[in-house]
C-alpha cells in the first residue's frame, strides 16, 4: 500500500505537510513549509481527480488526511474539514460497490470508520467491512479490533448531536445502540491483542458514557461512573511505545468533561499532556482547556456538558 501511495504527487505531498508539521509542531511560522506542502498536495489532487491517473484509493487516503488535519495548523476551531470528508464518504460508497472483500481496500476503509457525527449515515456495507477487519487474522494496524465499535460510535455521535439540538429525545434508539454496546465483547486476550483489547474497551466505555449523559437521572450518573472507571483504568495499561498509542483524543474529550474527583481530573490533566508531547498538535491542549472550563463550572454547582460548552464557543475542532 505504501507503494502505491507513493506514485501519488497528492499523497507524496500530504505526507510531506504532515512531516513538516509536526517538525514545527504544528505551530505557524515554524510550521510554514507545511502549509506550502499542502498547498501543493491540494493542486496535485485535483490534477489526478480530473487526469484519473490515479487509483481510487489513493485519492480516498490523500482527501480524508487532507480533512483530518485541516485544522491542525489553524486558530479556527470551528475548522475541521467537513468538505474533505463529504467528498471522501462519496469515493467510499463508490468503493463499496464493487468491494468484494480485497484486503487491501479493507486496510483504507479504517479511514472511514472514525466516529464523527456530523458525517452523513454510513453505507450499510461499511458493517462488513468492519466486521471482516475486527476478525482477520490480525488486528489492523491503526483501529485494532474496534472497527465494528467506531461504527457504533458514529451512530452514537449522531444521536447526540440531534438530541442536543432539538432537544428531543429518542429513547428507543438510545436503548438499541446501549443494547449493541453492552452486547460487545473481546476475544479472548492474546499477547498481541492486549493493547487491541483495551482500546476497543475505552471506546465502548466512551459510547457509553455518551449515551448515558443525555438524560442524567440518579442510574444514569452511576452507571456512567462505572463506565469512567473503565476507561481510566485501561488508559493506565496503553504505554507510549504501543503503536496503537495516540487512538485516545477522542475519549479524553469525551470522558474528561464527565469526571468530578480531583485524582481524575489530575489524571486526565497528565494524559492531555502526555498525548500532546506525543502527537504535537494543539487540539489537546484546547479539548484540555474545555474540560477544565466545564470542571469549574461544574464545581459551582452547574451541570454543563462538553457539547453544550462546544456549541455556545462554535467549536468543532477534529482531535488528533
Same mark, same amino acid.
Given at each position: 500500500?505504501?507503494?502505491?501511495?507513493?506514485?501519488?504527487?497528492?499523497?507524496?505531498?500530504?505526507?510531506?505537510?504532515?512531516?513538516?508539521?509536526?517538525?514545527?509542531?504544528?505551530?505557524?511560522?515554524?510550521?510554514?513549509?507545511?502549509?506550502?506542502?499542502?498547498?501543493?498536495?491540494?493542486?496535485?489532487?485535483?490534477?489526478?481527480?480530473?487526469?484519473?491517473?490515479?487509483?481510487?484509493?489513493?485519492?480516498?487516503?490523500?482527501?480524508? #488526511?487532507?480533512?483530518?488535519?485541516?485544522?491542525?495548523?489553524? !486558530? $479556527? =476551531?470551528?475548522?475541521?474539514? +467537513?468538505?474533505? @470528508?463529504?467528498? &471522501?464518504?462519496? #469515493?467510499?460508497?463508490?468503493?463499496?460497490?464493487?468491494?468484494? !472483500? $480485497? =484486503?487491501?481496500?479493507?486496510? +483504507?476503509?479504517? @479511514?472511514?470508520? &472514525?466516529?464523527?457525527?456530523?458525517?452523513?449515515?454510513?453505507?450499510?456495507?461499511?458493517?462488513?467491512?468492519?466486521?471482516?477487519?475486527?476478525?482477520?487474522?490480525?488486528?489492523?494496524?491503526?483501529?485494532?479490533?474496534?472497527?465494528?465499535?467506531?461504527?457504533?460510535?458514529?451512530?452514537?455521535?449522531?444521536?447526540?448531536?440531534?438530541?442536543?439540538?432539538?432537544?428531543?429525545?429518542?429513547?428507543?434508539?438510545?436503548?438499541?445502540?446501549?443494547?449493541?454496546?453492552?452486547?460487545?465483547?473481546?476475544?479472548?486476550?492474546?499477547?498481541?491483542?492486549?493493547?487491541?483489547?483495551?482500546?476497543?474497551?475505552?471506546?465502548?466505555?466512551?459510547?457509553?458514557?455518551?449515551?448515558?449523559?443525555?438524560?442524567?437521572?440518579?442510574?444514569?450518573?452511576?452507571?456512567?461512573?462505572?463506565?469512567?472507571?473503565?476507561?481510566?483504568?485501561?488508559?493506565?495499561?496503553?504505554?507510549?511505545?504501543?503503536?496503537?498509542?495516540?487512538?485516545?483524543?477522542?475519549?479524553?474529550?469525551?470522558?474528561?468533561?464527565?469526571?468530578?474527583?480531583?485524582?481524575?481530573?489530575?489524571?486526565?490533566?497528565?494524559?492531555?499532556?502526555?498525548?500532546?508531547?506525543?502527537?504535537?498538535?494543539?487540539?489537546?491542549?484546547?479539548?484540555?482547556?474545555?474540560?477544565?472550563?466545564?470542571?469549574?463550572?461544574?464545581?459551582?454547582?452547574?451541570?454543563?456538558?462538553?457539547?453544550?460548552?462546544?456549541?455556545?464557543?462554535?467549536?468543532?475542532?477534529?482531535?488528533?
Amino acid at each position: 500500500m505504501l507503494e502505491t501511495l507513493t506514485r501519488s504527487r497528492a499523497a507524496t505531498h500530504t505526507f510531506q505537510s504532515l512531516s513538516a508539521g509536526y517538525r514545527g509542531n504544528f505551530s505557524l511560522p515554524q510550521a510554514t513549509r507545511s502549509l506550502e506542502e499542502r498547498s501543493k498536495a491540494l493542486k496535485c489532487l485535483r490534477q489526478e481527480i480530473d487526469e484519473k491517473d490515479c487509483a481510487t484509493e489513493v485519492i480516498l487516503f490523500t482527501v480524508i #488526511i487532507l480533512g483530518h488535519s485541516s485544522g491542525w495548523l489553524s !486558530d $479556527d =476551531t470551528s475548522e475541521f474539514g +467537513l468538505e474533505h @470528508l463529504l467528498a &471522501a464518504n462519496t #469515493i467510499i460508497n463508490g468503493l463499496l460497490r464493487d468491494y468484494r !472483500d $480485497d =484486503t487491501k481496500k479493507s486496510e +483504507l476503509f479504517y @479511514l472511514a470508520l &472514525a466516529p464523527l457525527e456530523r458525517l452523513p449515515i454510513r453505507n450499510p456495507l461499511l458493517a462488513k467491512v468492519a466486521k471482516r477487519m475486527d476478525t482477520a487474522e490480525r488486528p489492523h494496524s491503526v483501529v485494532g479490533i474496534s472497527s465494528e465499535l467506531l461504527l457504533l460510535l458514529g451512530s452514537v455521535g449522531r444521536l447526540c448531536r440531534r438530541v442536543w439540538e432539538t432537544n428531543v429525545s429518542h429513547s428507543t434508539l438510545e436503548r438499541k445502540l446501549e443494547a449493541q454496546l453492552l452486547q460487545w465483547q473481546p476475544p479472548p486476550e492474546t499477547p498481541e491483542l492486549e493493547h487491541a483489547i483495551v482500546v476497543a474497551r475505552c471506546f465502548r466505555a466512551t459510547g457509553l458514557i455518551m449515551l448515558y449523559g443525555l438524560d442524567q437521572t440518579t442510574e444514569r450518573e452511576e452507571l456512567m461512573a462505572i463506565q469512567v472507571k473503565t476507561v481510566i483504568e485501561n488508559l493506565k495499561r496503553i504505554p507510549e511505545s504501543s503503536p496503537y498509542y495516540g487512538f485516545q483524543a477522542f475519549v479524553l474529550a469525551v470522558v474528561s468533561s464527565e469526571v468530578m474527583d480531583k485524582d481524575s481530573r489530575e489524571f486526565f490533566v497528565r494524559e492531555f499532556h502526555q498525548l500532546h508531547k506525543h502527537n504535537r498538535l494543539r487540539a489537546n491542549y484546547q479539548a484540555l482547556q474545555l474540560a477544565q472550563e466545564i470542571w469549574a463550572k461544574q464545581d459551582l454547582g452547574r451541570k454543563v456538558t462538553l457539547p453544550q460548552i462546544m456549541g455556545q464557543k462554535g467549536w468543532s475542532v477534529m482531535l488528533g
